[in-house]
């Protein structure tokens, strides 16, 4: 089962920055996509980023193209996900989760959902 923890959320000023990251546990993440969804309250879970297993391609959604860089470091078993210029609107728990991704987008892969990080965008 492909098990991956979140961390790095908090609470940050509009303008901010985070720096998300997502470590796996007893297995490699270096032969699967990664990528990083969000759920807001009210809302259903949407795609952020992904990137694919050798980091070779990336993909964004819209509202946070720009803003927001996913990268990985497979010697750590860990990918981040730095978030730049923080709007109230990227307010969510984000998840990372396996995911398959293309130059035309992405969607998820196998695997369960975690915890999830909580971020939190407000003056």
């Known amino acids: 089962q492909l098990q991956l923890v979140e961390s790095g959320g908090g609470l940050v000023q509009p303008g901010g920055s985070l720096r998300l990251s997502c470590a796996a546990s007893?297995?490699?993440?270096?032969?699967?996509?990664i990528g990083w969804f969000r759920q807001a309250p009210g809302k259903e879970r949407e795609g952020v980023s992904c990137?694919?297993?050798?980091?070779?391609?990336?993909n964004y959604a819209d509202s946070v193209k720009g803003r927001f860089t996913i990268s990985r470091d497979n010697a750590k078993n860990t990918v981040y996900l730095q978030m730049n210029s923080l709007k109230p609107e990227d307010t969510a728990v984000y998840y990372c989760?396996?995911?398959?991704?293309?130059?035309?987008?992405?969607?998820?892969?196998?695997?369960?959902w975690g915890q999830g990080t909580q971020v939190t965008v407000s003056s």
């Open positions: 989760h396996a995911c398959i991704v293309t130059i035309k987008g992405f969607r998820t892969d196998f695997g369960s």
């Open positions: 990137i694919s297993s050798n980091g070779g391609i990336t």
């Open positions: 007893g297995f490699t993440l270096n032969y699967y996509g």
